[in-house]
């Protein structure tokens, strides 16, 4: 997708952090935003401040794990905007306990939310885009810790849903490039980044909620902080670099690739081991 000027994006999670970067980002390229969130008020404040500032921008309150509420914003998308060009899959949310701790309820939320997010999007979106005809993009925000398992006690959950993303975008650009589609796909896996990712649970449902309180790193915001390597505002301005290049992934942190290449050299060995084997 190489022009943005008068193009439409959608960008979940668009009320914080780099939802709300991407939403700016968008609008001061010359696309028609959605700002969607579970917030209200965050999604209503990012979308006044772009049309404040000259662009078009309207929010909508949306519970991505709830197909019938992607669906619903996908009418509204055509009814204000028309086709959507750009969608952003940028909701997510991060438990952060042992797996032996971690309940049901937990991998409910962390997997709908994670998971289960993008794919509705994707079946809610996808049939408008390929219909149109024009040339788009799908962004599904993963993280590092979609493609190695991070050395972090208790993010089993959120690591369990992002390599399960990871394969999701893969397989999703693969079929629509073997079809020709005018749509790239990119999956990011970003780094520490300065979002609000570490209070997830102010948005935990009340059908959802474990008796067990807040999650260990989420007891007081105050134990985490909105710290990182990068600006929200940074990260969004590498992932749009990588939907104009097409890239299959779109990373932020290039310290981190000893970690990969860490897990990859073991994949390799273990392939080498089993071609040795005697049976």
Known sequence: MKEFTGRVAVVTGGG???GAALSHACSQRGMRV???DVERDAAEKVAAEINESGGEAFSSVVDVRRLSE???LAQEVDQNFG????LCNN???LVTRPILDLEEKDWDWSLSVNLLGPIHAVSAFLPRMLSSGEEGHIVNMASMAGLVSMPHRGLGAYTTSKFALVGYSESLRAELASKDAPIGVSVVCPGAVATRIAQSERNRPKELETGQGPTPTQADPNTAPAQGRQTSE???LRILAGVQANDAWILTHPEMKSMVEARTSALLTAFDEAAGLVL
Request: proline residues 0%; glycine residues 10%; negative net charge.
């Open 16 to 18: 914080s952090g780099i």
């Open 34 to 36: 959605a700002v969607v």
């Open 70 to 72: 992607i669906e619903r």
């Open 83 to 86: 086709a959507c060009h750009l």
């Open 91 to 93: 909701a997510g949310v």
């Open 234 to 236: 940074e990260a969004a």
